[in-house]
C-alpha cells in the first residue's frame, strides 16, 4: 500500500491517524502524555528490552574461545554502540521489544511505532504473511515511513497538539516545555513543533561533519545539516529547501554551543540560504544543544517581513 501521489501520501496520514485515534479512544485518552502501558494492554502486547550482545553467552574472565565466536561477539557489541534497529515486534509472541540502551523518551516513541507495526490493517497483514527478508527495501521504507507517522499521532493526539501550539510563541523554550507536558524527545517534539505551525518556520538539525577524521584544521566547518523540516509557510516563502550536508560555517554560533557541550540557548540573527536557486532569507533564530545535536529554529526577521 505505497503511497505515491500527494493525495494518496494525504490519505494514508489520514488513515493513520484515524487508527492511532480510534486506539487512544479505545483506552479513554484524550490528554498527554500517553501512556505506552495502556496502549500495550489494549493490544494484548508484553514489553522487554533486548540487546544484540544478549545473544552470545556471558564471557567468564580468563576464558578462550574460537577467532569465529570472538569475531561474532565483536560484531554484536558494535550492534551495540551503534543502534541502528531500536525496536522489534514479535508477532508470534505478542512482544514489543525495545534496545536496552534507549532513554526513556526514545523507548516511548518506540513503542508506538511498533504498536503502528501492530495496528496499522495492512501491516499486520504483511508482518503476518512474510518476514522483513522478503520485502522490498521500497516496501520496507514505507512500513518505516507509516509506522513513525502512527507514532506522532500517538505522541501527540493527533491535531491536539496542532490546535495547543497556536497559542505558543515560536522559540526554544516553549518546544522544551512541551516535551515536559507530552514526555517527547526534544527531537521528535521540535520537528512536529515546526510541521505544525502555520507561521514560516524552519528546523535545522546539525551535527559534527561524517566525513571529518579525527581533527580538522581550525576554521573549517565542524558541523553540517543532518536534515532540515520547514513549516507549509516557510517552503511557500523561501521557495526552496535545506539540503543535508550543508555546511555550518566555523564562525557561526552553533559550533561554539556545540564546542561548549552547554544546554543553554542561545539568540541570533543568521541568514539562511535555500537551494535550489540560492535565495536567501534574513531569519532571527534560536540554537540549542541537547548532547546529540545542535538545533537552529529560525524565522523571518521582522525587519526583512516589514522590507516585503
Ligand atoms: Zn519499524
Known amino acids: ?13 489520514a488513515e493513520i491517524r484515524s487508527t492511532a485515534l480510534a486506539l487512544l479512544r479505545e ?17 494484548k502486547l508484553d514489553t522487554e528490552t533486548f540487546s544484540y550482545s544478549d545473544r552470545m553467552p556471558p564471557l567468564r574472565p580468563g576464558q578462550r574461545e574460537s577467532a569465529k565466536m570472538a569475531a561474532r561477539r565483536e560484531l554484536l557489541a558494535h550492534m551495540d554502540i551503534d543502534v ?29 511505532h511498533e504498536l503502528g507495526h501492530f ?17 522490498s527495501p521500497e516496501t520496507l521504507a514505507t512500513l518505516e515511513q507509516d509506522a513513525n507517522w502512527f507514532a506522532i499521532e500517538c505522541a501527540f493526539l493527533g491535531d491536539r497538539f496542532e490546535r495547543e501550539v497556536a497559542d505558543y510563541r515560536i522559540g526554544i523554550s516553549t518546544i522544551r516545555k512541551l516535551t515536559k507536558i507530552y514526555k517527547t524527545s526534544f527531537e521528535a ?16 538539525v546539525a551535527a559534527p561533519r561524517p566525513d571529518l577524521g579525527s581533527s580538522i584544521d581550525a ?5 553540517a545539516v543532518r536534515y532540515a523540516v520547514a513549516s507549509p509557510a516557510m517552503r511557500r516563502l523561501s521557495g526552496g529547501y535545506i539540503p543535508t550536508g550543508t555546511l555550518i560555517p566555523w564562525r557561526h554560533p552553533a559550533t561554539e554551543l556545540y564546542l561548549s557541550r552547554s544546554n543553554r540557548q542561545i539568540s541570533a540573527p543568521d541568514i539562511l540560504t535555500f537551494a535550489s536557486h540560492s535565495s536567501q532569507l534574513a531569519c532571527e533564530t534560536e540554537l540549542y544543544y541537547n548532547g546529540y545535536n545542535v538545533f537552529i529554529l529560525a524565522w523571518p526577521s521582522r525587519r526583512w517581513l516589514r522590507e516585503c
Open 119 to 135: 495496528a496499522l490493517p495492512w501491516h499486520r497483514e504483511l508482518f503476518y504473511q512474510c518476514s522483513e527478508l522478503d520485502m
Open 27 to 43: 483506552c479513554g485518552i484524550s490528554e498527554p502524555p500517553v501512556p505506552t502501558d495502556t496502549l500495550l494492554a489494549a493490544c
Open 219 to 223: 576554521g573549517q566547518p565542524l558541523l
Open 189 to 204: 517534539t521540535a520537528r512536529h513543533f515546526v510541521e505544525s505551525q502555520t507561521a514560516p518556520v524552519a528546523l535545522l
Open 1 to 13: 500500500m505505497a503511497a505515491t501521489t500527494a493525495s494518496e501520501v494525504r490519505a494514508q496520514r
Open 84 to 112: 541502528k534497529v531500536r525496536g522489534i515486534l514479535d508477532t508470534q509472541d505478542h512482544v514489543v521489544y525495545t534496545h536496552n540502551t534507549l532513554s526513556p523518551d526514545q523507548r516511548r516513541f518506540c513503542t508506538f
